[in-house]
Structure formats: structure tokens, C-alpha cells
């Protein structure tokens, strides 16, 4: 079956400019996950949805980024007035369900970002 | 998270197994240990996960020790396509899963 996609694969942007990453989780996934990648970091959790529970934010870096999830399913992340240090490898991951047991995340692929 | 601690790099021959360690002394007793794994330019992907009992799947074993301190994730049988970074997380229990993600082990598979 499907597994989750995001969409662009790559982003070029300049300094100041508003990019909105997007995220479709695999069907029937109520968790969803954003993670970022540095350049030579490793992962850093940015903030997490589980159904209609208000989300987790404790990872977003700045008041400059944001998410939401419509209908439960497809999740957009924007980052306002990007600066240089923003750029990395963003990943979306989800899964079935986030208590108890934590099952299995599942990442897409990733959008590239690269602020000029 | 529970802090894990792991080597940051590994040597394995295709063929062998390969034996990754973890460190987590300060889990908490209903903290589990996952696995995941990200090879160059891919996304992280999920591996195994346990408690305290030994867990085995298609890809690989997960040991634990009895005091939980510890654990070891074996490739059994290593093949260049194993080449990746292993992470070793043990999520904080009803904090939604998320993963705070260490360095973890660089493993190279060599021929």
C-alpha cells in the first residue's frame, strides 16, 4: 500500500520568504510526526498530532514555525521569514496510534529545504 | 526520553552478524527500547522493539538484559544493504510516542 508521502521532494527559497511543507500520512494513521535533519545533525522531533488532541509543539525551534492537520489526515508545516539555519531535510512520519504501546512510525521520504 | 548511550561507529563482514549495543540505565520499568535504522538519504526506518523479553522479527533480534539496563540488536546475518545508522530510543511512557534521537551507530557492512 501507500506510504506516506510529502510534497515538494526538493525547496529552494530565499532568506525572509514563507515555505509550507505537506505531509500525507498513510491512511488511518491518527499519529502523525514532524522531524527535521540538519546537514550533518541528527534527527530533531519538531511536534506531533494524535487525532483531535490539541498537538505537541515542544519541539517547533521558533514562533516561526507552525502546523496543523486537517481532518485528521494532511498535515502542513510552514515556516515564516526563513532564515539559513532553517534549512534541512524535514521528515513526516506516522502512525497507528501514540499511547500506551507506541506502534511503529512510518517516515516518508523527506522535503529537502534550502534557504539561499 | 530515557538516555541511551551507543558506540558511534561499528565495523561488520557481509555474512556475520552484527551486534549493536545500547546503553539506557535510567529506563523507567514501562519505558520500551525501539530500533530504527536510516540509511544514506532515506528516510529513518522502524526495526524491532521490546520490553524485557527477547523480541525477534524478519530483520533482526532485540536482547535485553534482565535489569533492563541494556540491550543488544543483532543482524543476523549482515549484507552491504545493512550499511546505516542505528538509533536506540526508549520514548518517555504516555508522552505520544515521539523519538528523541541520539547520534546512534554508524555500522558499515564490509565485504
Known amino acids: 500500500g501507500a506510504g506516506v508521502s510529502q510534497s515538494p521532494s526538493n525547496k529552494v527559497t530565499e532568506k525572509g520568504k514563507d515555505v509550507e511543507l505537506r505531509c500525507d500520512p498513510i491512511?488511518?494513521?491518527?499519529?502523525l510526526y514532524w522531524y527535521r535533519q540538519s546537514l550533518g545533525q541528527g534527527l530533531e522531533f519538531l511536534i506531533y498530532?494524535?487525532?483531535?488532541?490539541?498537538?505537541?509543539k515542544s519541539g517547533l525551534p521558533s514562533d516561526r514555525f507552525s502546523a496543523e492537520r486537517t481532518g485528521g489526515s494532511v498535515s502542513t508545516l510552514t515556516i515564516q521569514r526563513t532564515q539559513q539555519e532553517d534549512s534541512a531535510v524535514y521528515l513526516c512520519?506516522?502512525?497507528?496510534?501514540?499511547?500506551?504501546?507506541?506502534?511503529?512510525?512510518?517516515f516518508g521520504p523527506g522535503t529537502r529545504l534550502t534557504v539561499l | 526520553d530515557a538516555k541511551t548511550t551507543q558506540p558511534p561507529s561499528m565495523d561488520c563482514a557481509e555474512g556475520r552478524a552484527a551486534n549493536l549495543p545500547c546503553n539506557h540505565s535510567?529506563?523507567?520499568?514501562?519505558?520500551?527500547v525501539y530500533w530504527y535504522r536510516q540509511i544514506h538519504s532515506q528516510g529513518p526506518q522502524y526495526i524491532i522493539h521490546?520490553?524485557?523479553n527477547n523480541e525477534t522479527n524478519e530483520m533482526a533480534s532485540l536482547i535485553i538484559t534482565e535489569d533492563r539496563k541494556s540491550s543488544t540488536l543483532i543482524l543476523p546475518h549482515a549484507t552491504l544493504r545493512d550499511t546505516a545508522v542505528y538509533y536506540c530510543?526508549?520514548?518517555?511512557?504516555?508522552?505520544?510516542?515521539?523519538?528523541?534521537f541520539g547520534q546512534g551507530t554508524e555500522l558499515s557492512v564490509k565485504p
Open positions: 521490546g520490553l524485557k
Open positions: 535510567t529506563i523507567s520499568g514501562n519505558e520500551y
Open positions: 491512511s488511518g494513521h491518527t499519529a
Open positions: 530510543i526508549a520514548p518517555i511512557y504516555n508522552q505520544g510516542g515521539k523519538l528523541i
Open positions: 498530532f494524535q487525532g483531535n488532541s490539541a498537538p505537541d
Open positions: 512520519a506516522s502512525s497507528l496510534r501514540s499511547t500506551g504501546v507506541y506502534n511503529e512510525q512510518f
